[in-house]
C-alpha cells in the first residue's frame, strides 16, 4: 500500500509539471504576438481600441462589421490599411510575426 502511495506521489509530480511546461510553451508564443503588437500597433490601438478611427477598434463587433472576420483577413489588412493606419511590408512584419499578431488580437480582445 504504501509504495502505491508513493508511486502516486511521483505521478502527480510528473503530471503538475508537465503541465506547467506545457503552459509555459503556450505564455512564450504569446508573449511573441503581445510584445509586436506593443511595438507596431498599441500606439493607434491600445488595448485593442482605435484612437483614430473610434468606430474601427480590434473588437469582434467592430471588425465583423468591416469584413474582417480572420486572422488572414487581419494580415492582409496590415499589407493594405484603410486610411489613418500606417501599411507594415514583410520588410516590417515578417508572415511569421503578422500571423503571431493576429492570433494575439483574436485571443485577446473579445
Ligand atoms: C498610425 C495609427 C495606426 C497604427 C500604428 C495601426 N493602426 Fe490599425 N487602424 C488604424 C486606423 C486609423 C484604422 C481604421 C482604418 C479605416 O478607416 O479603414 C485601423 C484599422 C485597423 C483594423 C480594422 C478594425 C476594424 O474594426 O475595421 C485592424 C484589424 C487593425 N487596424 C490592425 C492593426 C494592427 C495589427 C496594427 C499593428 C501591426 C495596427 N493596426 C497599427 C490606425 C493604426
Redesign the pocket.
Known amino acids: 500500500m504504501k509504495r502505491i502511495g508513493l508511486l502516486l506521489f511521483v505521478f502527480s509530480f510528473i503530471c503538475f509539471f508537465g503541465v506547467a511546461g506545457a503552459s509555459a510553451k503556450e505564455d512564450s508564443k504569446e508573449s511573441l504576438g503581445e510584445q509586436?503588437?506593443m511595438k507596431?500597433?498599441s500606439?493607434?490601438?491600445p488595448n485593442g481600441g482605435?484612437v483614430?478611427?473610434v468606430t474601427?477598434?480590434?473588437n469582434p463587433k467592430?471588425?465583423e462589421?468591416?469584413e474582417?472576420k480572420t486572422e488572414e483577413d487581419?494580415i492582409k489588412?496590415?499589407r493594405n490599411?484603410?486610411?489613418?493606419?500606417?501599411k507594415?511590408g514583410k520588410d516590417v512584419?515578417s508572415e511569421k510575426d503578422a500571423k503571431a499578431?493576429?492570433a494575439y488580437?483574436f485571443k485577446t480582445f473579445k
Open positions: 509586436l503588437f507596431h500597433c500606439k493607434c490601438h482605435n483614430i478611427t474601427k477598434t480590434l467592430d471588425r462589421a468591416n474582417i487581419v489588412l496590415m490599411p484603410g486610411p489613418g493606419m500606417v507594415f512584419i499578431i493576429a488580437i
